[in-house]
C-alpha cells in the first residue's frame, strides 16, 4: 500500500468513528430533563435570570429536552456547586447558577470553601455584576476627586465581607480615600432610607440596584465603577476603578477582589461530564443570549444582558487564583 493510499484509508477510517460519536453527542439530549440549579431561594435575582434562561435554553439544544429549575438555597450557593461533583448527574443534564463571590473566597479563604473553580466546565455568563459607588444628593460626591477631597465619605453596610463593604474598604485600604463605614445595617432598603435621612452620603453596590428614580432625577451620582467595561447605561463618570491604580500591587489585589463581578449570574457544569455535551451546552448557552425572544423578556423584566462565553469567564477566574500569596493575605485583610 502507498503512503497516499494509507493516509486516505486512516482519515476514512477516522471519519467513520468520528461521525457516529458526533451523531450520539448531538442525540443524546432527545427526550432528557436538563436541571438548571440555583443556589439561591425563589423570587431573587439569580432564580429570575435562571429561569429566563431555562425557557429559551431548549430551543438551542439539538433534541430540545425539557429544562425545570430546582432551588437549593445553603451556604451562600457554595451548596448547589458542590452538589455538582457529588451528588449530580455528570451526563451533561445538570448545571447551577451561583454567587460567584465564592470565586474570591475560594481564594482568601480556601479552607472554608475548599473548591478549586478552575476545575470547574464555565458555560457562559448572563451579565457581569456592574459594580459602582456613588455620592447622593446636590451636594453629594460627583468624581473621584471631590470623594478624595472630602474630610469622610460614609458608607452603610449589613456587616464585614458583604458586597459593599468590599467595595468601599477596597477605595480606603487599596486608595487611602477617607471612606468610613457603619455596619449592622439589616439590608439595602434600611441603607436607602439612610441615605435619603442624610445619615450616609452614599453607597456601592450594582448599578441596576440604585433606584431608578435616583437615577432619574440625577439623585444618585456614579463616580467610580469595579469592571473594565462600561455597559451603554452606566454614565462616564462612573470611572473604572483600574484607572487610579498606580503600582502592579494594587492592579493584582483588585483582581483578586473585584474580578468575580465580571463572571456575575455565572453557569457551570462539573468538568465530568463529557466534553462534547459540555461544547453542545456552550453553544446553546451563547445562541440565548442573541435569542431575540430572550433579550424580549429580559427587556420586559428590566434584566440586563452582557453576556461572557465560558471559555472568557475560565481565562478570568484563572487569572484571579493565579495571584501570588503576598497579594492574596493583603486581599484578605481587607475583606475581613
Not at 455620592?135 to 473621584?144: A, E, M, R, T, Y
Not at 445619615?199 to 469595579?226: K, M, N, Q, T
Request: with cysteine; net charge neutral.
Amino acid at each position: 500500500m502507498t503512503r497516499t493510499r494509507g493516509l486516505l484509508l486512516w482519515l476514512v477510517l477516522a471519519g467513520l468513528v468520528a461521525a457516529p460519536a458526533l451523531a450520539g453527542a448531538q442525540d443524546f439530549y432527545k427526550g432528557k430533563t436538563v436541571t438548571i440549579v440555583v443556589g439561591f431561594s425563589p423570587g431573587g435575582g439569580y432564580d429570575v435570570n435562571a429561569r429566563a434562561v431555562a425557557r429559551h435554553l431548549a430551543a438551542h439544544i439539538p433534541g430540545n429536552p425539557n429544562i425545570i429549575v430546582q432551588n437549593m438555597p445553603g451556604a451562600g450557593s457554595l451548596t448547589s456547586v458542590r452538589y455538582l461533583d457529588v451528588n449530580a448527574a455528570k451526563d451533561g443534564t445538570v448545571m447551577t447558577v451561583f454567587n460567584p463571590g465564592l470565586v474570591t473566597q475560594s481564594i482568601i479563604a480556601p479552607e472554608k470553601v475548599l473548591l478549586d473553580f478552575r476545575k470547574y466546565a464555565w458555560i457562559g455568563v448572563v451579565t457581569p455584576d456592574f459594580r459602582v459607588c456613588y455620592g447622593f444628593g446636590p451636594n453629594g460626591v460627583k468624581s473621584w476627586d471631590d470623594m478624595m477631597g472630602r474630610k469622610q465619605f460614609v458608607l452603610g453596610s449589613t456587616a464585614r465581607g458583604s458586597g459593599n463593604y468590599i467595595n468601599g474598604a477596597t477605595l480606603r485600604e487599596v486608595f487611602h480615600a477617607p471612606i468610613k463605614q457603619i455596619l449592622g445595617f439589616p439590608g439595602s432598603a434600611d441603607q436607602r432610607l439612610a441615605i435619603e435621612r442624610g445619615e450616609l452620603d452614599g453607597d456601592c453596590g450594582s448599578y441596576s440596584s440604585i433606584p431608578i428614580e435616583w437615577i432619574r432625577d440625577a439623585r444618585a451620582h456614579p463616580f467610580v465603577r469595579f469592571a473594565d467595561r462600561r455597559p451603554p447605561e452606566i454614565p462616564e463618570s462612573a470611572v473604572s476603578i483600574g484607572t487610579f491604580a498606580k503600582t502592579e500591587e494594587q492592579r493584582q489585589i483588585l483582581d483578586v477582589l473585584d474580578a468575580s463581578d465580571e463572571v456575575g449570574r455565572p453557569f457551570i457544569m462539573s468538568k465530568q461530564v463529557p466534553a462534547d455535551r459540555i461544547a453542545i451546552i456552550r453553544k446553546a448557552f451563547d445562541e440565548t443570549m442573541k435569542d431575540k425572544a430572550f433579550l424580549a423578556e429580559m427587556e420586559a423584566q428590566q434584566l440586563p444582558i452582557n453576556p461572557l462565553i465560558g471559555e472568557e469567564a475560565e481565562a478570568v477566574v484563572a487569572k484571579m487564583m493565579s495571584a501570588p500569596p503576598a497579594i492574596v493575605a493583603k486581599a484578605k485583610a481587607i475583606y475581613e
